[in-house]
């Protein structure tokens, strides 16, 4: 059996306009298949079902250059836009050219997975209460409401990989696995792009993460892959403090330091996108296991420089370094951990927080354009949820409202709240202001704040 073939124009000569592709990858550039999306778009393909995490920015070799070409009919993914980032395929969804079903990421590879394991829905928990749960059909069990989702299946799968053999099997390599399994597996055709091709029998047979059965075609890739050339994320720097009245709050590095003091020895914790990343630097000598829903369990420090390898990264595309004990493992296998309550803690960031203890972090405009990444999955599981964002917006508007104004991520799940300003606790029904930052007063926190808020009997400084 060879399923060699000589290039990715030979493996995807039969693609017809029409098709659903899934693309492998994660984040801001890691392991994406370079050579079958240049391949797609130099071929020209119409009205193209893009099923994949998120699209890219302008000019990423990444579902987004289809979307320039306009090859794009309708997109299935957990990220259609990132604030800030105008995008051809913002603008094709805004004028309707693209239709666009956004996913929570867990939901996303477990509906590819039961596509893929001949069962048709299934029913989670992870969108209850939000938008996305509008219209659909919902039961209950055991006292929980549960979504109704239904499982997808694709005509091709473009996967970057390791290494393969003639045969298909496939290895990946540290975190890279993500998504491309279940996109595997739920894919009528799947096709490989591998940095090396070995005979059948090299390859050992427990470091095969994708048996053959799942892969159609292979290929060598002409890309090889370089973490030097993945985009980072620009940010205003962790040290950077805001003003409120003349007066510096905490920095972004800060308000992950404090956050960092409430997580619990002995515990799992995964850390979301943005100031969540940075606690991981916090940690040293700490009994904590870090979860980054790519795939991967017992990681440490961001890391820079030689300390870098390619496919060691957090849930942001940061580069880490590994603890011992550190495992890794698919998206499937990722949000099983989360959805099935393993995860004792989760850090997100957010848009707003109200008084009800509901969330906001994944769309400013509406239900069509934003990403919800893991967030609702992490929060359908998670026994203690903390957000870390700042007091205000940049327009110095409250982020902690009476009531979100943007659609819910999760309805009465937090349990602390950490900003530049204030440390909360949920107690009873209500937040309770704990700390503020080194000098302001409660009565000037509470003045920027537009929720109801009970003063703690001793209110302490932030450390």
């Not at 309805?411 to 209500?430: E, H, K, P």
Request: net charge negative.
């Amino acid at each position: 059996m060879n399923k060699v073939f000589s290039s990715a124009e030979e493996a995807i000569a039969d693609l017809k306009d029409g098709a659903t592709v899934a693309l492998g990858g994660f984040s801001v550039g890691h392991r994406f298949a370079l050579g079958l999306i240049t391949a797609l778009r130099d071929k020209g393909a119409k009205d193209l079902c893009l099923v994949c995490n998120s699209m890219g920015a302008p000019g990423e070799l990444r579902g987004q250059v289809l979307a320039e070409n306009k090859q794009v009919r309708k997109l299935i993914a957990a990220f259609s836009v990132r604030p800030g980032m105008p995008t051809a395929t913002e603008e094709q969804i805004v004028s309707g050219e693209i239709e666009v079903e956004l996913v929570p990421q867990g939901i996303l590879v477990e509906r590819c997975r039961a596509g893929g394991a001949g069962i048709p829905a299934f029913y989670a928990a992870a969108s209850v209460g939000t938008d996305l749960a509008t219209g659909r059909e919902t039961r209950e069990f055991d006292g929980r409401q549960y979504v109704l989702e239904t499982a997808i299946q694709v005509d091709y799968a473009f996967i970057r990989a390791h290494r393969a053999d003639r045969a298909g099997n496939v290895q990946f390599r540290g975190g890279s696995q993500n998504l491309s399994p279940a996109f595997a597996k739920a894919a009528r055709i799947t096709v490989v792009e591998v940095d090396e091709i070995v005979e059948v029998g090299e390859l050992p047979p427990e470091s095969v993460t994708l048996p053959g059965i799942f892969v159609t075609r292979v290929f060598k890739s002409e890309r090889p892959f370089d973490a030097k050339q993945v985009p980072q994320s620009k940010r205003r720097p962790a040290d950077t403090a805001r003003e409120y009245h003349g007066k510096p709050a905490l920095t972004r590095a800060g308000i992950a330091k404090r956050a960092a003091g409430l997580l619990r020895e002995g515990t799992y914790v995964n850390l979301g996108t943005g100031i969540p990343t940075m606690i991981s630097n916090n940690l040293d000598g700490r009994d904590i296991v870090l979860h980054a829903e790519n795939g991967v369990l017992g990681y440490g420090r961001m890391v820079t420089g030689d300390a870098v390898d390619p496919d060691y990264y957090n849930a942001s595309g940061q580069y880490i370094e590994l603890k011992p004990g550190a495992s890794f493992f698919d998206s499937v296998t990722s949000f099983e951990m989360a959805r099935g309550g393993r995860i004792d803690t989760v850090v997100l960031g957010a848009y707003e927080v109200d008084e009800t203890g509901s969330v906001a972090n994944w769309s400013t405009k509406n239900e069509k354009l934003g990403g919800i990444g893991g967030a609702m999955d992490l929060i359908s599981g998670a026994s203690e949820l903390i957000i870390v964002m700042e007091h205000c917006d940049s327009k110095g508007r409250p982020k902690l409202k009476k009531q979100c104004g943007f659609p819910l991520t999760g309805q009465g799940c937090v349990s602390y709240v950490v900003t530049d300003l204030a440390l909360l606790q949920w107690q009873d029904d209500r937040f309770v202001l704990l700390e503020v930052a080194p000098g302001f007063t409660a009565d000037e926190v509470i003045a920027l704040t537009e929720m109801r808020v009970e003063k703690a009997p001793e209110i302490k400084f932030m450390g």
